[in-house]
């Protein structure tokens, strides 16, 4: 059983400056070590404002939250260590090759000599670079940077990963070795996993737990089938569909 929590979150409120409502309106949730858990919400629901808190980028407008048993607002450097972000926004050099660009964020988190160079070249490998990760990434294609970007955000072998819509725009195969990948991890390394996502059949298949956010709300939370069964769906599409009243955009 999954039962230690790694990150707890009670009544979170982010009002951004200037906006009439908030971007998220008093969140509770728990989320247990070793746990894969999807963040399921339409545009604009509160998901990247939600990462963005976690890993210290956005100061929240009220609430705590506890990672790994260190609060947020006191203990912010420690915690940051701990977790590995892949952003929504590509995040690289694009002038600087895949490698170079791992290289240099490998050095961000202190990662050095010969224990850099097998991850960054290890990663490459197991996502698929040949000598291409030698060219400058401006010349990739958009799933060869979310690969790149994926690996950036990994490479320091964090204990929580968030990840913001890490599959967009790659073709199915890509997506599924992408998400076996993080799934290796999360069993070997027993890493909590976060991610958000528009694909429901990926989340269903991939998360041991979901969260459906809206409008800033968190609409229900639980295992896929239990959410399943409970809203009398034939899959985790139809129950966000019923729940939201929205289409996910694809
Ligand atoms: N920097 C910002 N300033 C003002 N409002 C923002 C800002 N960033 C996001 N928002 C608003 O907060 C809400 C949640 O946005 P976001 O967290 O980006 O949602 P998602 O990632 O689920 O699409 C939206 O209403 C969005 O317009
Ligand atoms: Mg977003």
């Not at 906006?19 to 999807?38: D, Q, R, W, Y």
């Not at 966000?240 to 694809?250: E, P, V």
Request: aromatic share 6%; charged share 25%.
């Amino acid at each position: 059983m999954k039962t230690k929590p790694i990150i707890s979150v009670h009544e979170l409120v982010k009002n951004y400056p200037n906006s009439n409502h908030n971007a998220l309106n008093s969140i509770c949730l728990t989320i247990s070590e070793g746990e894969v858990m999807g963040l399921l919400g339409p545009n604009g629901a509160g998901k990247t404002t939600f990462f963005s808190i976690l890993c210290g980028l956005l100061l929240p407008t009220r609430g705590k939250v506890v990672i790994d048993g260190k609060s947020l607002d006191k203990e912010q450097n420690l915690i940051k260590q701990q977790i590995g972000v892949v952003p929504q926004d590509i995040a690289l050099y694009p002038t600087l090759s895949g490698r170079e660009n791992l290289f240099f964020i490998g050095r961000m988190y202190g990662l050095k000599g010969s224990d850099l160079k097998n991850r960054v070249d290890e990663a490459l490998t197991n996502f698929g670079f040949d000598e291409n990760r030698n060219k400058a990434v401006k010349n990739y294609s958009g799933g060869m940077k979310r690969r790149i970007n994926l690996i950036a955000g990994i490479l320091h072998q964090p204990k929580i990963i968030l990840l913001d819509e890490p599959t967009v725009g790659i073709d199915v195969q890509s997506r599924i070795a992408m998400m076996e990948y993080l799934k290796n991890i999360n069993q070997q390394q027993n890493a909590t996993i976060i991610y958000t996502s528009h694909y429901m059949e990926q989340a269903a298949q991939f998360c041991d737990k979901v969260a459906i956010l809206d409008e800033g709300n968190i609409l229900e939370k639980g295992t896929p089938n239990e959410l399943i069964e409970k809203h009398n769906c034939d899959n985790l599409e139809e129950v966000f569909i019923q729940l939201t009243g929205k289409k996910i955009r694809d």
